[in-house]
């Protein structure tokens, strides 16, 4: 590759990593249009997941969390968490990432809170970070599988998928999620 076309991809990173998240925010209204769609193509692609979700005592659905490597690496996303089908709070998503990396990505998230307790954890804390302020466990199922939530007996489970279905080897480790203000 070479040498300005590095240069071009780096500032285009930093560009995004760096751009105030004001300004980058969707209204709560776009938001929730997002979220929607998320949960219907996540009904979609794993059979069960209604029922999945009806058991769950919240679930964290970020539609789109876009991720840009150049040797350092940035995602972010915003979404929402809801109790039953109605939206409670707006969070957003952001990690870095440093080593091999080149290019750019888009993914969508959905994180279920199977017990009261761990969602109750997640809601009253000032910033949440996967791995640290609690666990999440990725279900791995290929589009058109069905989720047994007889065998899922972790209190956080994370999904994650793009437009082809359910992605594999993917992590949520060292992910923070924090509350918007959409008032």
């Known amino acids: 590759m070479t040498r300005l076309i590095k240069l071009v991809i780096a500032f285009g990173l930093i560009g995004v990593m760096s751009a105030s998240p004001a300004a980058m925010a969707a209204s709560a209204a776009e938001i929730d249009v997002r979220v929607k769609e998320t949960i219907e193509q996540f009904k979609k692609n794993v059979n ?18 876009y991720k840009v490597g150049v040797g350092i690496g940035g995602e972010t996303g915003e979404g929402a968490l809801l109790i039953g089908k109605e939206v409670v709070d707006y ?4 990690s870095g990432s440093f080593g091999f990396q080149l290019g750019a990505q888009a993914r969508s998230i959905v994180i279920v ?67 918007l203000d959409k008032s």
């Open 113 to 179: 809170f199977m017990t009261e307790d761990s969602l109750n954890k997640f809601r009253n804390s000032e910033g949440w970070k996967v791995g640290i302020d609690g666990s999440v466990a990725l279900i791995d199922l290929g589009a058109g599988k069905t989720i047994d939530s007889k065998n899922i007996k972790d209190p956080v489970v994370g999904f994650i998928f793009g437009s082809k279905g359910l992605m594999y080897n993917l992590t949520l480790e060292g992910t923070k999620i924090h509350k």
């Open 91 to 94: 969070y957003r998503t952001s």
């Open 48 to 65: 069960g997941a209604e029922v999945f979700l009806q058991q769950a005592s919240g679930y964290l659905v970020f539609p789109k969390v």
